[in-house]
């Protein structure tokens, strides 16, 4: 197993069919003890229930600091020790630039990227205690490639965000043995995705990957788990893009 014994905090990953919720299960059953933390609470606990045994369902608001300090606390208490954080919360809106309001602007870039900041900041103290751990930060193509299918500019500049933030992470925290990376995912079909596709669209974007398919959230919850073991030992500070070929630089 390529977690056993691990601890690992995946933010967003209550969502049935989402990469968050695929990332918790991919790590359970690779051995780590997983902290499923979601802003609704009942959904977490049930998705950390279903798991199985010896793991953590938390309600928090990746955007309240205080929220996240009194989860990361809980997670102390409970398992004593943070080695892996999975930054996947995220939120998105179709909008154009000049439709764009300050309270969308707000609200994207609250989540995406104050989000991962602040995640960040609280579970680095404990991984600096015990010698090291793993930053795996959900980006998206939409960053690479200015603008994605359903994300708007503003969405497009929080995940940009996000890259340069892990790469300042990782060069900061190598020294700890704190290892900070981050994953573009393409297309995946998940919860948000699921009921904005329609068959012409979906084909034509199906053609334009070398693929030739849309990604699984299984797709991007696979490259989380070889970010987070010691299977990438030796990476800090890249982008791993999870698009089929869908961009290509």
């Keep these: 197993m390529l977690l056993k014994e691990k601890v690992a905090i995946i933010t967003g990953a209550a969502s049935q069919r989402g990469i968050g919720r695929a990332t918790a299960a991919c790590f359970a059953h690779q051995g780590a003890r997983v902290v499923v933390l979601d ?24 955007t309240d600091a205080e929220a996240i300090q009194r989860a990361v606390a809980e997670v102390m208490k409970e398992y004593g020790r ?38 960040s900041q609280a579970v680095i103290p404990a991984m600096q205690r015990q010698g090291g751990g793993s930053i795996v930060c959900l980006s998206s193509v939409s960053a690479q490639r200015g603008g994605g299918i359903f994300g708007g500019p503003h969405y497009s500049a929080a995940k940009a965000g996000v890259l340069g933030l892990t790469k300042a992470m990782a060069r900061e925290f190598g020294p700890d043995q704190i290892r900070v990376n981050a994953l573009t995912p393409g297309l995946i079909q998940t919860d948000i995705t699921g009921g904005l596709l329609h068959d012409e669209r979906r084909h034509a974007i199906i053609d334009s990957i070398p693929l030739g398919r849309l990604g699984a959230a299984d797709d991007v919850a696979h490259a989380a788990l070889f970010l987070a ?15 089929g070929g869908m961009l290509i630089h």
Aim: hydrophobic share 45%; no cysteine; aromatic share 2%.
């Design 82 to 119: 943070i080695d892996v954080l999975v930054n996947n919360a995220g939120i998105t809106q179709p909008v154009k630039t000049l439709e764009i309001g300050l309270e969308d602007y707000n609200r994207i870039l609250d989540v995406n990227l104050r989000g991962t900041l602040l995640m």
């Design 229 to 243: 073991s010691d299977l990438s030992s030796y990476l800090t500070g890249v982008t791993l893009d999870v698009n």
């Design 39 to 62: 802003l609704d609470e009942s959904a977490a606990q049930r998705t950390a229930l279903e798991l199985g045994s010896g793991h953590l369902g938390l309600a928090a608001n990746v």
